[in-house]
């Protein structure tokens, strides 16, 4: 899930998907309970990077148009942005804390639960559906601005910010958050993961 500068052409539905088997390796590593505090503190750092950028993506360009193309696409995207929302709150709650913490690992089991949950209705409904509804080539495009829009958008929770931002809320908040990442050296990639342990 690195950005890249290029675009890959791929479907939407194939993007998300390795996102989100990218994210089970990171929730993986984490509910093992080994590694050293700083490294899962580091996982868990990318982890909520990770899902941050894929739930806001998803929330710019997915669900509008599952909106437009499902029959039942208001009640579909209301239903996942209420599922972002509550996995947002526990990625605040997680967002710092010492991996030593007692609530750590407990915290780190309920976003992964939750996490789960979503991925399964969402692989076993919503992508079927969307790929059968919208023409190949909407699907690339779709593809196409949700890797642009990962390049910009938030690294870090914010529960209290509204599900539908004006694009310059979330310009905003996503420089604030990648400034601070830079300024206090957090992981936010799998790649940087990979740096760390060189």
Known sequence: MATT???????????????????????????????DPERRRAVADVMIAELIRHAVAEEMYVYPAARKALPDG???AGHDIAEHAEAERMLAELDGMDPTDARFDQLVSQIANAIR??????E???????????????????????EQAKRFVPTRPH????????MDNLLGAGLMDRMRDAM???????????????
Do not use: W
């Not at 910010?161 to 004006?166: E, G, K, T, V």
């Not at 206090?184 to 060189?198: F, P, V, W, Y």
């Open 5 to 35: 500068d290029s675009t890959t052409g791929r479907d939407v539905v194939d993007l998300l998907i390795e996102d989100h088997r990218e994210i089970e390796q990171l929730f993986a590593e984490l509910e093992t309970g080994m590694g």
């Open 74 to 76: 208001d009640r579909e």
């Open 117 to 122: 949950h979503h991925v399964a209705e969402e």
């Open 124 to 146: 076993a409904d919503l992508f079927p559906r969307l790929r059968a509804a919208c023409p190949t080539d909407e699907m690339i495009k779709l593809g196409e601005k949700v």
């Open 159 to 166: 529960p209290s910010a509204p599900d539908r931002p004006p």
């Open 184 to 198: 206090t050296g957090r992981s936010t990639t799998t790649s940087d993961l990979a740096d760390r342990s060189h």
